[in-house]
């Protein structure tokens, strides 16, 4: 396949961009850019999704019409992917004159097809969400989002036949098993399948109700449900159905995460197969971005800024931690000690130092020239093995959008390549006068690292052009050469003898944890944010020390009164429920023999069933700040030890009072 079309969601106008739309939009600028390096011709879309009834609600409270608001927001998400270095070809947006156009040509081509009927129906309406419940999603009578009670509608609309073609779909997701990946998605998407619970699809709302949005062809008095609307993104966009972008890229593979499984899953497959047009090639899915283990809400104050994120610690670290750190599928936590630890460790002690310490012997021993290889022995022959069998994982896992792995593989490589400058000692070779053997080390080292930097392109795209040019190599249009991966990979070769290289390499200069932790920050009152906040140093006030340091992943010693001002108590746990708003939180009610039971929420709810845990005692900080989570308040901390996806609770060896001081 020669052509490659990436999409993100479009996003919805009502809010400002943040860590999480940021995320999608770096992975899929990322592996648009993978695929260039690949050699092939790559399309890459994004925009914004801005119709419905949510939409001129926010217009009004800014006092603005619903056209001046989303061009407002939208303009923000436009300048935010301009300053991440995001190289999209095109932005779309649900209120071009072009997509209305191709939705309403799509709808009356269903319609004619005869997969589009008028019908009554009476539903439980979510406003917030724009959509009918059945009574069997409710809970407790209430929409699962929003805890508040639908309003029960009844009145006509027109309904797509969706239901006519979840068989096909059924047997073509298990014909397809990369169809939706990870598996778990796949598996998620076959069970509502299996459910019965699906019907078909009311895709029209009432003008009477909503007029924010495109008009039905064939009824003048309904517009068009914004997903069947926004969905038509991803076509609209390459001119379906004769525009030449169309004709060469669709079908292209998506991106999303778990919240929109449903729509791209189910509707948007049925919607393409009842229009007789090809099914897109993949959906990957991805897990949430949280913060302390709570997702992430202006309410709750921890909303991630990506572009002050992007500023503070260097654009292309920020992208390296967000793909490398989260495993496509799964939900992780940002926290900016976790951003630093792997900038520390992986950029500036493995890649940083590599690229320095080679650089600076290529100077010391050779005048900066790449010096003329010998023959190899069995290390150099066993790197050059390596570096082949890297390059291959990576570029295997990446296209896989198994991102963390694919930059471990590559990863391994890099720690080998300082492992070898070690055990082969240039140094002492040099002392020793043995030069040709001494050239044949540096000579593996910079082949090796040139490699190393056009992998990183798709990822790194600045600091692998640096890296390029420090090597000596001339770069056209921002990127190496293309198709640079295949070629690259086999052939353990690529620079020539007596090139002029770079003297120094100061990729990345190890930093220091920043006093302000958003995730911390937002666990603290507002008051002593703000205190802090005027007495913290700016980052870019802190000198960069040396690079050759270890990474900084021990936490500095503190003073025992510190520790000593901890209140740690032992409790056991009386009650133990779901938090009604949040998936992952458990609220819990312990006795710490304190008189009345104490609230904590605690992160428990993916580890422990309730059940599991009422009856056994637990160890806890009890004079944290109190601290609101998602409407409920939490009096303290309950201690747990965690190792990979793996956590246990911290408890006694015995029974203890409650109460009993932990020291
Ligand atoms: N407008 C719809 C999508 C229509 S696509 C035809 C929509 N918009 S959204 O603004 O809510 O964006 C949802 C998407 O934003 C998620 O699927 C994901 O790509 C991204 N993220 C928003 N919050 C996120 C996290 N906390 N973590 C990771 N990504 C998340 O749904």
Redesign the pocket.
Known sequence: MKSYFIT?????VN?NP????A??TIVADSLARFHRLMGKSTFFLTGT?EHGDKIVQAAEKQGQSPQEFVDTISGRFQALWLSLGIANNRFVRTTDAEHKLTVQAFLQKVYDAGDIYFGEFGGHYCYGCERFYTEKELENGLCPQHLTRPEFISEKNYFFRMSKYLPWLREHIQANPDFIRPERYRNEVLAMLESGGLEDLCISRPKSRLTWGIELPFDSDYVCYV?FD??L??ISALGWPNGEEYLQFWPGEH???K??LK??AVFWPTMLKAAGLPLYSHLNV?????VRDT??SKSLGNVVDPLQMGQSYGLDAFRYFLLREMHFGADASFSEESLVGRINADLANDLGNLFSRVLAMTAKYFGSLVPQGAAFDKDDTAICELCAVAMRNYAQLFSHVQFAQALESLWELVRALNKYVDSQAPWTLYKQGNMERLATVIHVLLTAMRKVAICLWPVMPEVSVRMLEQLGQSVSDGMPPVPALEVEMDDFAGLEPGLKIAATSNLFPRIEKKDKDVAADAARPKKEKDKSRKQSSSLSDTPAPEQKEQPDTVPPPIDFEHFKALDLRVGTVVTAEKHPNADRILRLEIDFGEGKLRQILSGLAEHFAPEEIVGRQVCAVLNLPPRKIRGLMSHGMVLTAQSGETLRLLTVSAPLPNGGEIA
Do not use: E, Q, R, S
């Open positions: 993100t969601p479009i996003y919805y809010a943040h860590l999480g739309h995320y999608t999704d997903w926004a969905l993104n991803y991106l999303v995460a919240d929109i729509p791209h991805h897990g949430y971005w949280l997702k992430m």
